[in-house]
């Protein structure tokens, strides 16, 4: 025990420190490793540093390059690549009904609530809900709104708003435009 308190005494705050970073930077080495090879999506195509963390994702997206990058990624790679250690994108129409439909004997996917937030300040609503259980039961108190006969009393509200949009798109069209000077169009 005293070998163990005399170490304890000769380390500085700076060694301890130093100790720390190594411990942080081996827990995302590991990380990274398990991510890149022996993730369930690693069999997948797509770039290792993208595979290994969501950092190089996130730099994607907070600099406004996400679609060029994963287009850039699908001539590469193919139609289906890993973009993040836990995402995939896909290039196929088909893909997303065999993702998103639904079919008997299987179970629905949640929607991913890092992409489905709410407006600030308000509550979720249908397109924003994660839960599927919240989502039938929005659904539900909606689906009286869009029947036959709803739609067909709406149309005179919907054909009164397009008139008034086209009258306003021609009389501004009859005076010359720039790109300075868009087109106004208010309600």
Known sequence: MAGLYSLYEIMTFANSMLF???IVLLYCLIGAVRNTWFHPLSRFPGPKLWSAS?????????TGNMVCDIHAMHLTYGD?????PDELSFTKQEAF???YANRSGHRKFNKN????LPPPGQAHDIVTTPSNVDHARIRKVLLPTFTDRAVDSQAPIVQAY??????QIRSSSQHQETQENPLPLTW
Do not use: G, N, Q, W
Not at 54 to 62: F, L, R
Not at 162 to 167: A, C, I, K, N
């Open 20 to 22: 720390m970073l190594s």
């Open 54 to 62: 969501k950092i190089p994702y996130v730099i994607s997206v907070a």
């Open 80 to 84: 289906i690549i890993r973009i993040a």
């Open 97 to 99: 009904h065999d993702i």
């Open 113 to 116: 609530p890092e992409y489905y």
């Open 162 to 167: 397009v008139e008034t949009f086209v009258t």
